[in-house]
């Protein structure tokens, strides 16, 4: 597990290319029978992917968290991102489909990871939250989902919202999870754009071609910086950063949140005369 340290925003603004993409991207999430996870600071998220082929995997963090397991003082959300697999949580399974989703409560001892087919195996994309008491695991399926509607052709950002982890679907501590998809001909995501000071936010983008390149835009609204991603890589996104990107052709993302309240519309909206 690689760990990344919260940044000031005044210090962002001397950070070149190559160190912005250092502290805020993540390029490697999902290697064949490998755990990818990344711990960051800011509101101690753990985020990452899980990619069992020939090989069950499991997450094994104590000494790290200083905790006897790794779900102990922690709730979690799961989205299969790629071929059929399995969940097994404390001896109980879960057929994890491609777009299923999960919500593991607080104290489950044990998380296995298993794909149904090496050569197409599933890719299992977690976010993970300090949490303090226990809810019950709910699985989620994206076709009991009625998405959220949002945008238009003529402004480039017709999606569809899918809330998985969500009062409107299950009770969490402070993690919050979804899917949007963008329609063809749609690449702009979140504009205008918008601040939350009381959650960070992470970004996974994948559903992209080899050559689609997302532009991810960051920073205070008024002294913007940007990354470039390709298929399957990650955006760390601290509560005072706008969070909003554009790409070369349409795209899927997941966005996770945790911090103060679980309210998916607390945000504090930019006037796009105000983004520099």
């Not at 059929?84 to 998380?111: A, F, N, S």
């Not at 559903?207 to 920073?219: A, I, K, L, Q, S």
Request: aromatic residues 10%.
């Amino acid at each position: 597990m690689e760990t990344r340290y919260a940044h000031h925003p005044e210090d962002m603004k001397k950070y070149n290319t190559e160190e912005l993409r250092r502290e805020f991207l993540v390029e490697t999430l999902f290697e064949v029978d490998q755990v990818h996870l990344t711990y960051t600071h800011v509101d101690r998220m753990i985020f990452g992917g899980v990619t069992p082929a020939d090989k069950e995997l499991t997450i094994k963090l104590d000494k790290e968290l200083g905790v006897s397991y790794f779900l102990e003082r922690r709730e979690l959300g799961i989205i299969n991102i790629g071929g059929d697999g399995l969940v097994i949580l404390d001896g109980e399974e879960y057929d994890m489909q491609r777009y299923d989703g999960l919500y593991v409560g607080k104290g489950t001892k044990e998380v296995l990871f298993r794909s149904n087919d090496p050569k197409n195996p599933a890719k299992f994309y977690i976010n993970s939250t300090p949490a303090h008491h226990k809810y019950p695991t709910v699985k989620i399926d994206i076709n009991e989902i009625k998405p959220l509607e949002a945008g238009s052709p003529g402004t480039l950002n017709e999606r569809k919202i899918h809330q998985y982890i969500h009062p409107n679907v299950c009770e969490s501590c402070q993690l919050q999870m979804g899917l949007t998809m963008l329609s063809p001909g749609s690449v702009w995501n979140t504009m205008p754009c918008h601040t939350h000071e009381r959650r960070m936010e992470v970004y996974l983008y994948f559903d992209m071609e080899p050559e689609t390149r997302v532009f991810h835009f960051m920073g205070k609204p008024d002294e913007t910086r940007h990354l470039v991603l390709k298929n399957e890589q990650a955006a760390i996104s601290p509560s005072w950063s706008i969070h909003t990107g554009t790409a070369t052709s349409n795209y899927t993302f997941i966005w996770g949140m945790c911090g103060e309240n679980i309210t998916y519309d607390d945000m504090d909206h930019v006037k796009m005369e105000e983004l520099r």
